[in-house]
């Protein structure tokens, strides 16, 4: 198969996925329904099924956008025997708010939707949540040792070196984000980091082409070059169209479009019309008899028993629970060795007016070096006060909120000007040090991982259905893979339901 | 945007240098701008070797040169090179409990082991910043410590040596936080014998330890 085809079929691919998944769970809802006498799934909760009472057809382990798109479509499916477990005391997982009053928020998590991200974008339409456009016109701010610099770039961002970009786009053409490990050459592109394949070009990076590397790549990755597979590299520049700068960029980009209101509002949304389905504060400590009909489900507040279970967690937060009896070693493996190293520490400086805009600045700053990887304008749609968000590196940035808010007060006051020194609010949210349940926010992929455990990212254990965004075909990582891998998940768990109901 | 600064400015410095300075204070801004970024790219191949080198991935959280800047991570600059090994090890083997290093120690190979571990115990450490003297605590721990007998192992001012790390500069929270767990058998000190000793801490003493350790001048602070 050459390339053209390759991409070319994926595409196919996508597009029939995204109808599927897009039509699916409302399609088998009504297939379900209309046979409610003869699979019991529609006609509610588990009390007018056969067999005890408190057995639920589903458990669903973590209220993030996976578990609660799962949820939601369980109960368009008519399925309403189900519950969702989550260990925190609030719902959206990686999708976090500050409020920041007078109805205005900012970002802590996940933010961003962009072109082909249809299935998160089409869940908030649905919801009646709107979007808008993430602020980039204007100058942005470069800042090395003394020296500032600010520049206008086309589109809010620009790529790397134009040829590796246009090298490593073609690459991506054969390397399947779904499936990286089954690439034609996949054990090949698996031996090296991208710093090791950067090393072998006979383009060398200009200085300042290696700095903004390691910052964009830590950024979109989790850890600079040299922690990341080529092969997983290239899988995500394949779910971008293969074209590393959609990925990087904002018009037209990964990170194009906000969320009025906050991204968590939609898993705020869904949540809502779950009542009592959901349960809070109730961490799960260990699962038992997965390979058996019952699957025992122990939490801090008491065994839930269900017929199906969806794990909608990322694989480190699985290899947190005990599983009786041990899950086979593949998966086990997998869990044990995923990468939980990126949690991502953001900053929040809230000021009366997005003044910098008045001043042709987009409220960009990048420095070269130092606590701060990037600051970025997050004001709320209307520009009524202004927000200035940053992803700082954890340990090269203070912990003492007072502390935080002056070093970097001081470094957006050289790139903003003097109005930035004061801020009226400021917000710091380190989420590998804040609670134990999320671990990392992006999964940054050695190499060697994908070729040796990837087989064991998706197919279910026992009763166990394996969610969560890392496990999406497409977009796994961002927003969008949650939803996607939400609405696959309740199918996978109606189809098992209803083929156990057609076997007894 | 994140990696803007690019191409586009590759050519305008290749203009600069044709044009000289004079051609306006953006031009002017650009070439003090990418000197800036020269003079920061020697330093860090005179540190540690040509861009990318394995250590750019333990910035985030350790800092550059491993001299982290906020009491909750520790500074990995100056620990002697066979305790960082072992603590790697540590790691991968569930003998020290943390999601984020167990994952990257799993992946690391032996080599790559020794590299960091040599690289880190070549750099100079400087005590976490922000830290406010409170002397009746700091007087307290030294006391524990003196009590304990930690010089026998971490070294007369507590810099450590082959088999017992450097605690003076050490990340204040971060000290506090492995106390603890040796105490609750969260981390095993091979030997034990960390273990048996934070058995007798009292939460006082732990923050007391942990104030005194934190504001302690080490060997080589301050060097760049």
């Avoid at chain 1, 456009?133 to 003394?146: I, N, P």
């Avoid at chain 1, 394949?197 to 850890?223: A, E, H, K, M, Y």
């Avoid at chain 1, 995500?236 to 959609?246: E, F, P, Q, V």
């Avoid at chain 2, 330890?209 to 760049?224: D, F, I």
Wanted: net charge neutral; aromatic share 6%; glycine share 10%.
């Amino acid at each position: 198969m050459n390339k053209g085809n390759t991409k070319k079929s994926l595409t196919a691919r996508r597009q029939f996925l995204t109808q599927t998944l897009a039509g699916g769970a409302l399609a088998g809802g009504m297939a379900l329904t209309g046979k409610a006498g003869a699979f019991s799934i529609s006609s509610g909760n588990s009390k007018s099924h056969q067999g005890p009472s408190d057995i639920l057809d589903v458990v669903i382990i973590g209220a993030g956008l996976a578990g609660l798109t799962a949820a939601r479509d369980l109960k368009r499916a008519g399925c309403e025997s189900f519950v969702v477990l989550e260990a925190r005391n609030r719902v959206g997982g990686r999708t976090y708010k500050h409020d920041l009053g007078n109805g205005a928020v900012s970002e802590a998590g996940g933010q961003w939707i962009g072109p082909g991200q249809t299935a998160i974008a089409d869940l908030a339409r649905q919801l009646n949540i709107d979007t808008f456009d993430q602020y980039y016109q204007g100058k942005s701010t470069f800042l090395a040792g003394d020296a500032r610099y600010a520049e206008e770039i086309t589109g809010g961002g620009a790529s790397i070196d134009h040829r590796l970009a246009t090298v490593l786009n073609e690459m991506a053409r054969s390397v399947p984000h779904e499936t990286p490990w089954e690439a034609p050459n996949a054990a090949e592109l698996d031996k090296l980091s991208v710093a090791d394949w950067i090393s072998q070009q006979d383009v060398s990076l200009s200085n300042i082409d290696q700095v903004s590397l390691n910052s964009s790549t830590s950024l979109t990755f989790g850890t600079p070059p040299a922690g990341i597979s080529l092969l997983h590299y290239l899988s995500w520049i394949n779910t971008a169209d293969c074209n590393l700068a959609s990925l990087e960029r904002i018009k037209d980009g990964a990170q194009e479009t906000r969320i009025v209101g906050g991204s968590q509002i939609i898993s705020l949304k869904m949540a809502e019309a779950l009542e009592d389905n959901l349960k809070l504060s109730c961490p799960v400590r260990k699962i038992v008899n997965w390979d058996k009909d019952i699957v025992e489900i122990l939490t801090d507040q008491g065994v839930v028993k269900a017929r199906q279970v969806i794990v909608a967690l990322n694989p480190a937060l699985c290899n947190q629970i005990r599983f009786e009896p041990a899950l086979p070693a593949g998966r086990a493996e997998l869990q044990r060795r995923w990468p939980a190293h990126a949690p991502m520490r953001k900053t929040v400086h809230v000021y009366p007016r997005p003044f910098w805009r008045d001043e042709g600045l987009n409220g960009q700053i990048a420095p070269t070096e130092g606590p701060l990887i990037w600051a970025y304008d997050n004001s709320p749609p209307d520009g009524s006060i202004g927000v200035i968000a940053a992803f700082v590196k954890p340990g090269q940035l203070p912990h003492e909120p007072g502390d935080a808010e002056r070093v970097l007060s001081d470094i957006y006051a050289r790139a903003l000007g003097e109005a930035a020194r004061h801020p009226t609010q400021f917000h710091d949210h380190d989420w590998g040090r804040v609670d134990p349940w999320s671990l990392t926010c992006i999964h940054p992929i050695p190499p060697g991982f994908w070729t040796q455990w990837g087989e064991y990212l998706r197919p279910p254990v026992g009763r166990l259905i394996w969610s969560g965004t890392e496990t999406s075909e497409i977009w796994a990582g961002a927003m969008d893979g949650a939803v996607r891998s939400g609405q696959k998940a309740a199918l996978n768990a109606l189809q098992e339901l209803a083929k156990e109901r057609r076997t007894t | 945007m994140k990696r803007a600064i690019k191409g586009s400015l590759v050519l305008i410095t290749a203009g600069i240098v044709a044009a000289g300075a004079w051609y306006g204070p953006q031009l002017w801004a650009g070439y003090q701008f990418m000197k800036a970024v020269d003079q920061q790219t020697t330093e860090y191949r005179a540190n540690g070797g040509p861009w990318p080198q394995l250590q750019d991935t333990c910035v985030l959280c350790h800092g550059e040169n491993g001299r982290a800047r906020n009491a909750l991570y520790p500074e990995l600059a100056g620990l002697s090179s066979s305790y960082i090994e072992e603590q790697l090890q540590a790691f991968a083997e569930g003998r020290r409990k943390s999601p984020p290093m167990k994952s990257i120690s799993l992946r690391l190979n032996d080599q790559q082991i020794q590299m960091l571990a040599a690289y880190y115990e070549d750099q100079a450490p400087q005590p976490t910043g922000s830290v406010t003297t409170n002397a009746v605590l700091s007087d307290q721990g030294q006391q524990a410590i003196n009590d304990m007998g930690c010089t026998s192992c971490h070294g007369v001012q507590l810099d450590g040596g082959p088999a017992a790390p450097r605690l003076a500069g050490q990340s204040e929270i971060y000290m506090a936080e492995q106390l603890k767990a040796f105490r609750d058998g969260d981390r095993e000190d091979p030997g034990q014998s960390m273990n048996a000793i934070a058995r007798q801490l009292s939460e006082a003493d732990i923050k007391a330890v942990a104030h005194y350790l934190a504001n302690k001048q080490s060997r080589g602070a301050g060097a760049p």
